[in-house]
């Protein structure tokens, strides 16, 4: 792999390289700016790389569908990315939707004259998110044939997966089979991905080193629009900084997460969040939004990436700080009054109009129990005079890991009012609370029925 871009100290470029690495994104048009070049070019920028649209189809759609699409002419397309090369080295590529045949054949044969040893990342464009086509019949025997034996990764999700292996891809067997089946067709490495298995997401890659499981946790059972562009793009951003490719698949995928956490709606479906806002905050605070992992390194202010070795540790590539992630503590309180358990309806996502127990994160220099006393006054008004630890949970959530203290108020003062992140408190039979919010308050739930019940 060659080294990313490089400049002296005045920004100038050193031996013909640019002074910031330069993706350049072969893809789609897409209105809503959630999937396609307008991805790309968002996650490029989240990495910190410089990106070189080449438009290769326009498309008309919404968050949910694609509703037509007209492919670019062949020649227009390439002579779009020949100018790109024109204009100096490329660091990476990455295509997306090309549409037609004709179209991916001449890019490959541009690929193949001046990529110079560049990874090209290709995310197999075929049908739509909500199953509509966006290429035409014979684009299948083309990326085969010409595209995939020039990439350093393949992305495919299940259905892409079929039709390019013209095989059944719908169960985890299945996805080993079907990526040692690409593997086979010439590409260096395959990323194939699982978020459509029912469960928790399973993405597998395989290379020449062999197969590896890549776990998830689901944040939403919707589809987010755009999801596997990001994940494409962010791949080809990290490459183009000279990650190697697990590096870059676990920034990437980290990405992704961040960005389906912060996802919004729109009329016809959800689109992803790419950037926390840089602007005032918004008028409908969201909870989710303050407890992402960092971006960005808190010493030096450069991109923070995963550091190697599988520690999960955030490591800034410019510094080398390594930002420790740990599980988030948090309090919850259990108030017990006449055999009614207290909870409080959420006022903010995650879990918005949801019920939960009272409670929230510790802030900096309190135990868990001044945590519980604050969350209590804080959305209750009551004030907390006796509490004993009832139990402790871990989960995983929109926050991340969080490591949760639960006690038991026996003693209390005050008149409950509903304030900060509740709008509302109900007193509930403890066996008859309905699904909460939290994962973890539904099990100190089931803790506190097993232990009332004779």
């Known amino acids: 792999m060659r080294p990313a871009g490089c400049a002296d100290s005045s920004g100038t470029a050193v031996n013909g390289r640019s002074p910031v690495p330069l993706v350049l994104l072969a893809g789609g048009t897409d209105p809503t700016g959630g999937a396609g070049l307008a991805a790309d070019i968002k996650s490029c920028v989240a990495v910190g790389v410089q990106s070189c649209p080449v438009v290769t189809a326009v498309t008309v759609q919404d968050s949910g569908d694609v509703r037509s699409w007209m492919p670019v002419p062949p020649a227009l397309a390439a002579a779009q990315a020949d100018a790109v090369f024109d204009d100096g080295p490329v660091d990476a590529a990455k295509t997306g939707m090309l549409g037609s045949s004709e179209t991916l054949s001449a890019?490959?044969?541009?690929?193949?004259?001046?990529?110079?040893?560049?990874?090209?990342?290709?995310?197999?464009?075929?049908?739509?998110g909500g199953g509509g086509s966006l290429a035409e019949a014979d684009l299948t025997e083309a990326l085969r044939e010409e595209l995939l034996p020039l990439a350093a990764l393949v992305t495919p999700n299940l259905d892409e997966a079929s039709m390019i292996t013209g095989q059944r891809v719908s169960t985890p067997a299945e996805m080993e089979a079907a990526a040692a089946r690409i593997l086979g067709m010439g590409c260096r490495s395959v990323l194939l991905k699982g978020g459509h298995l029912p469960g928790d997401p399973m993405d597998l890659l395989c290379s020449g080193k062999g197969m590896v499981w890549l776990r998830g946790s689901r944040l939403t059972d919707e589809v987010v629009?755009?999801?596997?562009?990001t994940l494409a793009s962010a791949c080809a951003a990290f490459l183009s900084l000279g990650a190697n490719l697990e590096e870059s698949v676990t920034g990437a995928r980290m990405m992704v997460r961040r960005a389906i956490a912060g996802r919004f709606r729109r009329n016809r479906g959800l689109?992803?969040?790419?950037?926390?806002?840089?602007?005032p905050p918004p008028h409908a605070q969201d909870g989710a939004s303050w407890y992402l992992p960092p971006g960005f390194c808190a010493v030096c202010g450069d991109f923070l990436g995963r550091e190697p070795g599988g520690t999960g540790h955030l490591r800034c590539r410019s510094c080398g700080s390594v930002h420790y992630r740990n599980p988030l503590p948090a309090a919850a309180l259990l108030v017990i009054r006449d055999g009614k358990l207290m909870l409080v309806e959420r006022a903010v996502e995650p879990g918005r109009g949801l019920l939960s127990l009272p409670g929230g994160f510790m802030e900096t220099g309190e135990t868990p129990l001044e945590c519980g006393a604050r969350e209590l006054l804080e959305e209750t008004g009551l004030v907390l005079r006796e509490a004993t630890l009832f139990a402790l949970e871990s989960d995983e959530t929109v926050y991340g890991g969080i490591m949760l203290a639960a006690y038991e108020v026996t003693a209390w003062s005050g008149t409950p009012v509903p304030g900060d992140d509740a709008s509302a408190i109900v007193w509930v039979e403890p066996g008859k609370v309905p699904a909460l919010a939290f994962r973890a308050h539904d099990r100190l739930v089931a803790r506190l029925v097993a232990r009332v019940q004779p």
Do not use: E, N, S, Y
Request: glycine share 14%; charged share 15%; net charge positive.
């Open 107 to 128: 890019l490959a044969a541009i690929f193949r004259a001046r990529l110079d040893g560049a990874p090209l990342v290709v995310d197999p464009v075929l049908r739509a």
């Open 225 to 229: 629009h755009g999801t596997g562009c």
């Open 271 to 279: 689109l992803p969040g790419h950037f926390p806002p840089a602007g």
